[in-house]
C-alpha cells in the first residue's frame, strides 16, 4: 500500500492543526472515512464502500415521524381511464412560485 504522506511526523502534524480547527476522527487502517466504511480487497483490487446506519441516523436527526399508511409511491397514483377522451395530466391550478 502506498502513503499518501513523505513523513508521518508530517501527517501527524496536519492532523494536529485540523484538530484545532475541526473535530477530526483519524483511522490509521483506512477503513473509514467521511461516515463511509471502506472494505478493502488488494488481492482483486476492489473496495466496496457502505453507510451502515445512515438512514436509521438520517431519521432520528431529521426527527422523522414514520407514516401512518405505509405508500409505495412519492406521489398519489391516478388511475388512468382508458379510451376517455381527455388527458391524463391534470392542469396545475396553484399560484406561480
Not at 426527527?63 to 391534470?90: F, R, V
Amino acid at each position: 500500500m502506498s502513503q499518501l504522506f513523505v513523513n508521518k511526523d508530517n501527517a501527524l502534524h496536519l492532523e494536529k492543526i485540523l484538530q484545532d480547527h475541526y473535530p477530526v476522527k483519524s483511522d490509521w487502517k483506512g477503513e473509514r472515512y467521511i461516515e463511509i466504511d471502506l472494505k478493502w480487497n488488494y488481492e482483486k483490487q476492489t473496495l466496496k464502500t457502505s453507510m451502515d446506519g445512515y438512514a436509521k441516523k438520517a431519521l432520528l436527526q431529521f426527527q422523522h415521524e414514520m407514516p401512518k399508511q405505509q405508500y409505495s409511491a412519492p406521489s398519489k397514483y391516478n388511475i388512468p381511464q382508458y379510451g376517455a377522451k381527455q388527458k391524463l395530466t391534470q392542469i396545475a391550478t396553484s399560484e406561480p412560485m
